[in-house]
């Protein structure tokens, strides 16, 4: 999977959140100063060639809906982050979060529970 560019990754939040839109309402949910009406549409294309993106043709219009979850690009994202900044360490990298947010104690024990219980989790769902 291809990694996205800061506009085409702001086009897809926004896609996820409204799951089919046309560039009109991709234009309206972005902040202030809009970008004008042919640059999202010129990253929406770029979204669909990148094979991010799928489409509804409606005569000369055309509603775009998200081809990837938001999931499975979080994963791509975030083994590549890992990889690239902490030696695929998922221990270095959580390592380094704790230090520089100062987590407590306490808060890293939850947080240790909560990958345990998401991992159980994911292990039953592929045992099914």
């Known amino acids: 999977m291809k990694e996205l560019t800061k506009a085409e990754e702001q086009v897809m939040q ?3 959140n409204l799951e089919k839109a046309f560039v009109k309402d991709i234009i309206e949910e ?3 100063p809009k970008p004008a009406y042919n640059t999202v549409s010129t990253i929406v294309r770029i979204l669909e060639k990148k094979g991010f993106v799928g489409h509804n043709a409606y005569g000369k219009t ?4 998200p081809l990837i979850s938001r999931k499975e690009y979080t994963r791509t994202f975030m ?3 890992m990889r690239n ?8 990298m959580v390592s380094f979060f ?3 947010d100062n ?3 306490s808060e890293l024990d939850e947080l240790m529970e909560d990958v345990k219980r998401d991992i159980e989790n994911e292990n039953r769902n ?3």
């Open 14 to 16: 926004l896609l996820w």
């Open 30 to 32: 972005m902040p202030v």
């Open 62 to 65: 055309h509603e775009y809906f």
């Open 79 to 81: 083994k590549n982050f």
């Open 85 to 92: 900044y902490f030696s695929g360490s998922f221990q270095e």
């Open 98 to 100: 704790a230090k520089e």
């Open 103 to 105: 987590m407590s104690l």
């Open 126 to 128: 592929t045992d099914e």
